[in-house]
């Protein structure tokens, strides 16, 4: 089983080695996700906006992109939620029209009033026009306003 899988990889070394004088070859380069904000370990407010901006680059064209924000209460022991809120979800797809290059800078996604705080994942994949797929994963909070940890605190007297 080794020799065969050894095998394999010699020959795909040489097959993409090959491709790169052949124009027609298919495009098996991943895009390239450049996510600005947010950031990790960002705090999002509920009732707010969120503010999205983000890089994609492909070495040939891009496809689309997909944001997909899911609760990460799993490491918590409060995983239901009894004061009438709900966890939440959202997930959406963009395109971005077969571009190399593109930035992209939104306030589309809104967390809800009724959304349940806490740790979520915020997660940006990206596809290009040929399918291959990138992902990007970043760590939020969703807090109530005024409960965050780094709101600004000014200590003028």
């Not at 994609?56 to 992109?65: A, H, I, T, V, W």
């Not at 940006?124 to 109530?144: P, W």
Request: aromatic share 8%; with cysteine; proline share 3%.
């Amino acid at each position: 089983m080794k020799k065969i899988f050894s095998l394999l990889v010699i020959f795909s070394c040489l097959t993409f080695a090959v491709s790169c004088d052949k124009d027609d070859d298919a495009d098996t380069t991943k895009p390239v996700i450049e996510l600005d904000e947010p950031e990790d370990g960002d705090e999002l407010v509920i009732g707010e906006e969120v503010h999205f901006e983000c890089d994609f680059s492909d070495n040939e064209k891009l496809g689309s992109y997909m944001v997909e924000i899911h609760n990460n209460f799993d490491h918590h022991s409060h995983s239901k939620a009894t004061d009438g809120t709900v966890p939440f979800f959202f997930k959406k797809e963009w395109s971005l029209n077969g571009l190399k290059n593109s930035h992209v800078h939104h306030h589309e996604i809104v967390i809800p009033e009724n959304t349940t705080p806490g740790d979520y994942h915020l997660v940006v994949y990206c596809t290009d026009a040929a399918g291959n797929q990138s992902l990007v994963a970043r760590e939020i909070e969703i807090v109530l306003e005024g409960e965050g940890h780094e709101h600004h605190h000014h200590d003028e007297e």
